[in-house]
């Protein structure tokens, strides 16, 4: 099963997963990438998924509705255009002609209703996961709380380390910059920058990640380790109380970094 990435607009991915026959469309905010894709390659597709609303993630599913008939995948608690099947976490999505499964995690936070899928079939996992988590970063707060984000990460965090991690935007070498400013020692990071750094001058993208090196690298996973609270205390003036308050104190200078 090979899985593609669809760039639109100025960063996003579009994630494609096919098998040669039939594909698997995740977030489409823009039908001519999929399309064009479908086209050249000879595909039918089978299904989508959707993580959450926003415009940039669900723009497309008129027109590929318009052209065909195929199950959507979608957050139950929020209102999209074209979700045929809503579902929330502890509901299994299953694309049978595929021989895909996913387990929905409800992961709210930067919309109130996001969720991710996380797939029961393959070997190494795979997630999802819209806008939630990104490589060394995570979702503005656009509609929830830190406490929400908490639990979110903290759900993508629990999943095996292998799991690969999909995200939906091309943000990572922003995301490190500000990773350098708040864990300033982190050798780990600084071989993830290089690394990356490498693939965008190639053309190429930076994911999918994995779960175990964004527990590695990325700050918004690392509430609790000393290099982050004390980068946090320097930027706001005093040591937050615990690794929620780290968290929300992180995210709040992300916003205008």
């Not at 509609?143 to 759900?155: F, H, I, M, V």
């Not at 190639?202 to 690298?217: M, S, V």
Request: proline fraction near 7%.
């Amino acid at each position: 099963m090979d899985i593609i990435p669809l760039p639109a607009f100025r960063d996003n991915y579009i994630w494609l997963m096919h098998d040669g026959t039939r594909a698997l469309v995740v977030d489409p905010g823009d039908a001519g990438p999929v399309r064009r894709f479908l086209g050249e390659h000879g595909l039918k597709l089978a299904a989508i998924l959707v993580t959450h609303h926003h415009a940039d993630h669900v723009g497309g599913l008129r027109e590929l509705l318009g052209e065909r008939t195929v199950p959507v995948f979608g957050p139950a608690t929020e209102i999209i255009e074209g979700v045929s099947q809503p579902v929330a976490e502890g509901d299994t999505v299953r694309i049978e002609q595929m021989g895909l499964a996913f387990a929905v995690l409800d992961i709210p936070a930067h919309t109130a209703g996001h969720i991710a899928y996380v797939s029961l079939a393959a070997q190494p996992g795979l997630v999802f996961c819209g806008d939630t988590l990104f490589s060394a970063g995570c979702g503005r707060l656009f509609e929830g709380t830190p406490a929400q984000l908490a639990r979110a990460l903290e759900k993508l965090a629990a999943l095996p380390d292998d799991t690969r991690v999909y995200c939906t935007h091309e943000y990572t070498l922003s995301n490190l910059a500000f990773a350098c400013a708040a864990e300033p020692d982190n050798p780990a990071r600084d071989a993830y920058l290089r690394a990356c750094e490498a693939l965008r001058a190639a053309g190429r993208p930076t994911l999918p990640t994995t779960i175990a090196q964004e527990k590695a690298i990325n700050p918004f996973l690392r509430c609790a380790m000393p290099g982050v609270t004390d980068a946090v205390a320097t930027y706001t003036g005093s040591r937050p109380a615990d690794a929620l308050a780290c968290l929300a104190a992180l995210r709040a200078w992300k916003d205008v970094f």
